[in-house]
């Protein structure tokens, strides 16, 4: 066994059973435990289900074009539009229910309800609005905004005129939006003045402005005005290349534009995600196998329907949003709920408060939260009636069986199904999970991979490991969600994600295996749960974050010689930034100088990679290649056990860190 399968054995831990309601079960979408051998006899036609949920322009041809690995195609020939897909197809039937339930942060703001025909309304003259700033067909359209209506309808519109987007999480600085926006060549900005956290308006134009100034082509950038007058102290004027979203809508009110016929392979997204190397990739997911996988799992493992009033709490920055708020949900024509803000604000009830208000269905959220719930007390959710949840999820990171528990028993009261949902940025969808009408949880163990999935737990040489036994989780089969390839870089998709399992030489789509780095185990019943990943990416708060991008920022900094960085447990975020540093010859180890870091880590990434620790270290632990080993550094971090330091070139600087971290 290696170090990592040893540290991954660690990780393990012992599982209890639950089973869902007889109630849950009788309503369920599916609950025929027949689709697993179903699915498996019949693949890959068993995913023109999946397509069956939508409309499409042109019938498509053929399910999966396999003949040139690991460049899958599918559904080819067909073509459809995803706007038509979320907004027109409904407008009969459900013009007049809510597509959109907004809530803003303040709470003596009015929130905003969109039902299916105003927010078709919307997306029509955003459209319309982006096609007379120029915006054509397969353009990317950068999006760097936080919770507001204005996000899914700039999505929506840009789908519609099958202009790709490429949402930037707006809690990413300016750097990191210069880096996308240059990276995809995308001549397109739609942003807003500011927003509100934890009762502050927050400026966001200038970060957006500072970003811009970074971008190494000319560019025209639509403003939403989110704050009104809360904004003006921001004292912002729009430059020429600047237009007002506002003044645009109000040009374009009551036009409608034709939506493109999109051909199934053709890209709906861009969302940049982080890997191993300090530059993002490029995820491309395409409009119909990403929208068919989304909105079928929507279907079968959220149990979404019309009727339902469904609460992702996840940000439209990061993929679980763009799925599971805006296209999975919109598909299936139910209602969806966005809110602007953090759960404790203004007190720790506020999203029992707008599930108690609004008669949410489902809940769908990350680990952290739920940590944060379980710490803050169950006297929060207890304010609130929460009976109209039928079904919980979770995703972004493992869920300890303790967290789960407490969510199953204080949030849906021992009635609603959990739902643990394993997949990716790259995925597009969900791929290891419980069906909710079919199977029985296991708390921390996501649940067998889904209907259609080979899903499989290796060693290092590809071959399966033992039931219990901790290995790494491959994918074996191609699936209708996934990424196609890296923005404009095929070879590095190849190298990201296939090379390590596949024979590349090889034209056979049996030879190919997809690696997303996460280590698992399996149990004897097909039980996956899900170890963290085995790459230096860092999950902290559910966000992915690449050790070497705040490694690069760090260096950065001047006076800093060196930087490790890596994760260290922490009891709410899953695990936070430590940062090891070595300073320049004459560069005081000061207080100052740790905050300098940190701003540092701010300004090229965002808060959200802020260290929580900067350690000053005359050294760093090295391998006699000269690899740092992060392993010894994470252990000093969690104050455990070393592993084993007898490959190191320098074993005694292991000890002088330990006791710089202890304070002796
Ligand atoms: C981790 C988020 C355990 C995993 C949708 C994966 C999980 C990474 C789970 C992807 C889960 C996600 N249990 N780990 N249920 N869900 N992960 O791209 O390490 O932001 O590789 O996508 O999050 O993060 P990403």
Known sequence: MSDDDVELEARLEEQEVFEPSEEFVSQANVSDAGIYEEFDENWPECWEQAAAL??????????????????????????????????????????????????????DEDNVTLTYSQLHEKVNEAAAALRDLGVGEDDVVTMYMPMIPELPVAMLACAR???????????????????????ADSEYLVTCDGYYRRGDPLDHLDKANEGLAGVDHDTETVVVDRLGPNGDDFGHDLAADQHDWGELMAANEGATVEPVDRDAEDMLFLMYTSGTTG?????????????????????????????????????????????????????????????????????????????????????????????????????????????????????????????????????????????????????????????????????????????????????????????????????????????????????RFIEEYWREYSDVDSDDPDDWVYFPEDGAKIDEDGYITVLGRVDDVINVSGHRLGTMEIESAIVGVEGVAEAAVVGGDHEVKGEAVY????????????????????????????????????????????????????????????????????????????EDIRRVVQGD
Not at 161 to 183: C, E, K, Q, W, Y
Not at 351 to 368: C, D, M
């Open 54 to 107: 939508l409309d499409w322009e042109e019938e498509y041809d053929r399910v999966l074009d396999d003949s040139n690995p690991p460049f899958y195609e599918w559904f080819t020939d067909g073509t459809i539009n995803a706007s038509t897909n979320c907004l027109d197809r409904h407008l009969d039937e459900r013009g007049d229910e809510a597509a959109i339930e907004w809530v803003g942060e303040p709470v």
């Open 161 to 183: 005129i099958g202009a790709p987007h490429s949402v930037v999480f707006a809690g990413f600085s300016a750097d990191a939006l210069a880096t996308r926006m240059n990276a």
């Open 279 to 491: 530059q993002p990739k490029g995820v491309k997911h395409t409009t119909g196998g990403y929208l068919s996988w989304v909105t079928w799992t929507s279907q079968a493992v959220l149990d979404i329907k019309p009727e339902d009033t469904y609460f992702c709490s996840a940000d439209i920055g990061w993929i679980t949003g763009h799925s599971y708020i805006v296209y999975g949900p919109l598909a299936l024509g139910t209602t969806t709920m966005m809110y602007e803000g953090t759960p404790d604000h203004p007190d720790r009830d506020r999203l029992w408060e707008i599930v108690e208000e609004y008669g949410a269905t489902q809940l769908y959220t990350a680990p952290t939260a739920i940590r944060a719930f379980m710490k803050w007390g169950k006297q929060y959710p207890e304010r609130h009636d929460l009976s109209s949840l039928r079904l919980l999820g979770t995703v972004g990171e493992p869920i300890n069986p303790r967290a789960w528990k407490w969510y199953y028993s204080n949030i849906g009261d021992e009635e609603c199904p959990v739902v643990d949902t394993w997949w990716q940025t790259e995925t597009g969808g969900m791929m290891v999970t419980t069906l909710p009408g079919v199977k029985d949880m296991k708390p921390g163990s996501a649940g067998p991979p889904l209907p259609g999935m080979d899903i499989r737990i290796v060693d290092t040489n590809g071959d399966e490991v033992e039931p219990g036994r901790a290995g790494y989780l491959t994918v074996n089969k191609p699936w209708p969600g996934m990424l196609r390839t890296l923005y404009k870089n095929d070879e």
């Open 579 to 654: 940062a090891y540093v070595i300073v320049e010859e004459g560069q005081e180890e000061s207080e100052a100088f740790r905050q300098e870091i940190v701003k540092g880590v701010e300004d090229a990434i965002g808060p959200i990679a802020r260290p929580e620790q900067v350690i000053f270290t005359p050294a760093l632990p090295k391998t006699r290649s000269g690899k740092i080993m992060r392993r010894l550094l994470e252990d000093i971090a969690n104050d455990e056990e070393l592993g084993d330091t007898s490959t190191l070139r320098n074993p005694e600087v292991v």
